[in-house]
């Protein structure tokens, strides 16, 4: 448990320079995402997975990969061929937290054995809002219960953009999808997303939200999340060009608005203990401006039609109810 | 050499989990469903009591049982796992990831019937149906059976020209639940029968960079197939070699087909897994009778031993199919389509009568099997080549 406290004793959350190596060394470092995968240009998730996999290889320790199925799964194995320069596994859609766990035990058991002498690698798995959200919930909760040694990181770009941007227990309330459309009656998805990030944090293990804009603290906390012996989840705000609809360049500076909107706010939370980071705690103390969520809608298309004078009351009470989730969460840390 | 049997007294779920802990997996994850609860309650007793080196990972669920299993098998591991019924259906997506990935692991069913309606008794339909997932499928007949197809199923699964996952039925309560003398080996036979770590070259191993799992298009997708439907027709013959092998040290006579009377017999019934007992009781019956009747038992479902089964039914006039499994709006029972198929067209190939029966437990009595007898030689008479039909209910 000596990890965990140097993990709960941390005061300032997010570690901003507190990386095991400066990034002018982690730079270095050969991608472990090759290029010449097939994601889409502007894709955030081939630059989440960039980011989670420097920060895990800076770290000097054996590590592997398990995917889900989904579009950073798809795009980067097309047998015969693999972008990656880990041990990479895939399985099925809504395993790979079991999937993992068999991987994680087998080491365990055959090292005690004395069949593998080598070191006991760490395992983060990739998956989707989909893989993750909905469909591969339930084994990610028993995995996590039974306490494997493994970072989940679950990229949301709040659909399922794989099979052609469908919506999914991740998709924002009134985000147009092809299963959600903006109707002429209803205007795109009328749910909120299902809180994952508390829902893990429920499971009393290690949880961080993330945003490659601000990749210092993604980096960062990917580091923290597998210095935790057990399991560690973090949720990372991923752009989707194609299913957000906006021009590629835009990806980056759209998850930047997400967090300066408090529409996906940053922190860090670990039994109760609840601390805002980076961009986030900055603007819970004022030092930073909150942006009106529209500075983030209307970069992209999903939320076009929230602009029509029809769906003007729906942008007010969406306006709402992410400052009282903003209130909220403040409220948790201390604010 | 045959090794000194050590007697043990145990039911089948217990013989299969005697047999596990004594092969000593890698990993076993599991998820309880009746009636296999045995097997993982009492391998449970054997992890935490330090009897094994396992890592037991009690699963959430049958899919994520399976699941685990291809991430702890594609390792190099030795993994176990066993379900019934409708957690065997649920792991069916599964299924093929782990034929499909070259995974040797090895599955225990209890076989159970289906819902609905629900019923824990029974019923072989579980297993049949996984047919095309490109598992060897066996199955058993009593908790001796149980326990050596446990240990001959890591060695057929594991041979470098098959590497392809094995299940072995054997059915609910009847088998599972029933209180038997079982022939045990020592531990140091297992041993020396099964090395505790796998001969494999490719795993996935923290010091190399394999995917595994990739997306196949349709310039590969075909070929990686065609390679799974190589390795099932070897291991038509590693698994004949195998019994053989286990034969040698057990002392027990285990082949992919079991025949009783059948060499001068004109009828014959056609059974698996439990039934085959209760088909050769009633041979005897017949037989005291002066009726020329015999009995051929299928152990090995897949791959499906056509050719063998032709050679030992060859000459017969007409064989009754005794299935325990459902199908519906089918031209014959699970196992008399693929009789029809291995025996079409061939030269002294007997009419083949499938009779679906004893579902959900129901039993079978003896009188009604011998009626089944007459009933085939009456279609034989009559010049029927192909009948199904259901025995044994309430209409």
Sequence with gaps: MGRVQELIDMTELPMIGKLNKPLKEI???????????????????????????????????????????????????????????????????????????????????????????????????????????????????????????????????????????????????????????????????????????????????????????????LMTKTQEALKYEGPAFILIDSPCNLGH??????????????????????????????????????????????????????????????????????????????????????????? | MI??????????????????????PDVVPAYPITPQTIIVERFSDYVNDGLVDTAFVPVESEHSAMSASVGASATGARVFTATASAGLALMNEILYVASGLRLPIVLAVANRALSAPINIHAECTDQLVTRDASWISLFGETAQEAYDETIMAFKIGEHPDVMLPVMYGIEGFIVTHALERVDTLPDEAIRNFLPPKREISHVLDP??????????????????????????????????????????????????????????????????????????AVVDLLRAKGEKVGALKIRMFRPFPGNDIYEALK??????????????????????????????????????HGFINGLGGRVLMHEEKEQIYDQVKQYHADGKTHTQEWVGYRS
């Design chain 1, 27 to 217: 730079v270095k470092i050969d991608n472990i995402l090759t290029g010449g995968h097939r994601l889409c240009a502007g894709c955030g998730a081939g630059t989440m997975a960039r980011q989670v996999t420097l920060a895990a290889k800076a770290m000097d320790q054996p590590f592997m990969i398990t995917n889900a199925t989904g579009c950073l799964e798809v795009a980067t194995t097309i047998y015969p061929f693999t972008a990656w320069k880990v041990p990479f596994m895939h399985n099925a859609f809504e395993n790979a937290s079991a999937t993992a766990s068999g991987t994680i035990a087998a080491f365990e058991a055959m090292k005690r054995k004395g069949i593998y002498d080598g070191e006991q690698p760490k395992m983060i798995v990739f998956g989707g809002d989909g893989g993750t959200y909905d469909i591969g919930l339930q084994s990610l909760s028993g995995a996590v219960e039974r306490g494997h040694d493994f970072v989940y990181v679950c990229y949301n770009n709040g659909a399922y953009m794989n099979t052609g941007i469908q919506r999914s227990g991740g998709t924002p309330m009134s985000a147009a999808t092809t299963t959600s459309p903006a109707g002429t009656k209803i205007p795109g998805k009328i749910k909120w997303a299902k809180p994952l990030a508390e829902i893990m944090a429920a499971h009393d293990i290690p949880v961080f939200t993330a945003s490659p804009f601000y990749y210092r603290d």
């Design chain 2, 207 to 280: 010091s190399e960079a394999k995917t595994f799992g990739s997306l196949v298009l349709q310039d590969y997708y075909m070929e990686i197939k065609r390679q799974q439907e190589e390795a099932m027709e070897r291991a038509y013959h590693v698994t004949k070699e195998v019994m053989a092998e286990y034969s040698e040290i057990s002392g027990r006579k285990y082949e992919i087909l079991e025949e009783y009377h059948l060499d001068d017999a004109e009828y014959a019934f056609v059974t698996y897994g439990a039934t085959a007992g209760n088909a050769k």
């Design chain 2, 315 to 352: 000459g017969k006039k007409a064989v009754a199919i005794l299935d325990r499994s459902a199908t519906f709006g089918s031209p014959g029972t699970i196992v008399q389509n693929d009789l029809a198929s291995a025996l079409y067209m061939k030269q002294g190939a007997p009419s083949l």
């Design chain 1, 245 to 335: 609809k906006h021009a590629p360049g835009e990806s980056l500076e759209i998850t930047k608005l997400a967090v300066q909107t408090c529409f996906f706010p940053l922190y860090s939370t670990y039994l109760d203990n609840w601390k805002l980071t980076g961009e986030s705690l900055k603007i819970a103390k004022g030092q930073s401006e909150k942006l009106p969520v529209t500075d983030y809608f209307k970069t992209q298309g999903r939320f076009k039609h929230l602009f029509e004078p029809q769906w003007a009351d729906k942008l007010v009470e969406i306006q709402k109810t992410i400052d009282e989730k903003w209130e909220r969460l403040k409220k948790k840390a201390g604010f």
């Design chain 2, 3 to 24: 090794y000194e049997a050590i007697i043990m007294g145990m039911t089948g779920d217990e013989a299969v989990a005697w047999a596990a802990k004594q092969v000593n």
